[in-house]
């Protein structure tokens, strides 16, 4: 089975409770760190999934790693490779994708009720919770590029992730 790749762009973050639930669900899976020299792959064809953790940047930045990175969500998307954001990762996937990444009229930072979507994907992320406290901080937002799928909505500002 090929292993699910999770790009970290800081070097402290890690994946958390996902790397605990694909390791109960025996799926392998792998972190590569944005900020090494060289870390990149050249195709993201030998990946069953990818994940696209958080960072302080934004996608809009002169950073060396963000082009070749949004050309292998491209070919992740092209390819049908699922794709899931958190932050940052949700804005790569949308600027990748034609969406379009802007600042929001004010930074959110601290904890906020989100709710979640009624739909498939939501339900299979989710399960029977309807909504929950979150950990917000973020001074950008993003459109849902076509082919995304709605996962939670925080009051009037939607946070997005999936494919």
């Known amino acids: 089975m090929k292993s699910v790749v999770i790009f970290k762009n800081v070097a402290h973050e890690g994946p958390g409770y ?3 639930f ?16 060289n870390a990149i792959p050249a195709s993201i064809l030998a990946y069953s999934g990818v994940v696209l953790m958080g960072g302080p940047m934004s996608v809009n930045d002169d950073l060396p790693w963000l082009p ?15 794709l899931l954001g958190h932050c940052l990762g949700g804005q790569l996937i949308s600027k990748a994708l034609g969406g379009v990444v802007q600042q929001n009229p004010i930074k959110e930072i601290g904890w906020g009720e989100v709710t979640v979507s009624q739909n ?14 979150a950990f917000h901080w973020h001074g950008e937002t993003f459109s849902l590029p076509q082919g995304a799928t ?5 009051k009037s500002t939607r946070l997005n992730s999936s494919h």
């Open 18 to 20: 996902l790397g605990d």
């Open 22 to 37: 694909l390791t109960l669900q025996n799926i392998p899976w792998q972190i590569i760190n944005t900020n090494e020299a």
């Open 68 to 82: 070749p990175l949004l050309d292998l969500i491209r070919e992740a998307y092209v390819n049908d490779i699922p």
């Open 120 to 133: 498939d994907a939501a339900k299979y992320w989710f399960g029977a919770i309807e909504h929950f406290n």
């Open 150 to 154: 709605h996962l939670l909505d925080r």
